[in-house]
């Protein structure tokens, strides 16, 4: 186990990505409700105090903008991140499956030559 991390025979960056998906999947939920949630309050805040019909209709608007931008950041961020994610770990995977062909191929040739 040691010998294979020391030789680069064993990957590591698969499992830091799978990490980082979970990480930056959790932090863009909570990005996209603090976008929701702040954007309510600057769009309530907007029409108190005496506003006027434009002050509060451009406060609501806030608002009902703020919640679907969170939503669509809430939903979409992770996805985004999650197709990333899989283009780097395809990269390890077509490495692991080009040194199963090379093995297996080095197999053949050698039972080839045996004969």
Do not use: H, W
Request: some cysteine.
């Amino acid at each position: 186990m040691i010998l294979d991390f020391f030789t680069f025979k064993s990957m590591i960056t698969p499992k830091i990505i799978q990490i980082i998906f979970v990480i930056g999947s959790i932090l863009l939920v909570l990005a996209g409700i603090g976008i929701g949630v702040m954007s309510v309050l600057t769009g309530l805040g907007a029409g108190v105090g005496g506003g006027t019909g434009e002050a509060a209709a451009a406060g609501m608007f806030t608002a009902i903008f703020g919640v679907v931008a969170g939503v669509f950041y809430a939903i979409v961020g992770p996805l985004v991140l999650r197709v990333y994610c899989e283009v780097l770990i395809l990269f390890f995977r077509i490495n692991t499956t080009l040194n199963e062909m090379s093995a297996t191929g080095t197999a053949i040739l050698k039972a080839t030559r045996a004969k």
